[in-house]
């Protein structure tokens, strides 16, 4: 579903903390299968009173499996959605670092951008930076890009 600005929601209506949470306890779990209270705080730079809060509010919705002073995980719902925003952050961050986007900068960007993009836009970037992935080592065109992006002029049209 969109909303009236043509912008992603999904069916859940999650807030854009709610998706950072999700998704940093899926980053933080994928070795061992769950994480603890005090290893999200740091993560996302928050106090463990706010992940607890948080926590609550998401083992309601069915997201985590989560009691107080034990640990977390995610349950089959919460990870499908904390993969779906890794997924749109690693496209992002990809399209933008072929831009010429510093990586930091670019993953930095994609954390905001993956809140806020139409699902459209995510859909298509996904098939730009698969195009590029698939591409011939070093397409003429990208080749202009970057030179265009180093002299401000495009290749095809300096006078020799």
Known sequence: MDDQNGRERNDFRLSRRTEDYLEAIYCLSRERGYTRVKEIAKYLG???????????KLASRGFVVYEKRLLVSLTPEGRMVAECVRERREILVKF??????????????ACIMEHILHKETITQLKKFVKFVEESPADPMWLNHFKEYCESGVHPCLKVE
């Open 96 to 109: 933008l670092v072929t831009l010429g986007v510093p990586e930091k900068i670019a993953e930095e960007d």
């Open 46 to 56: 928050v106090k463990p009173a706010s992940v607890s809060e948080m926590l609550s």
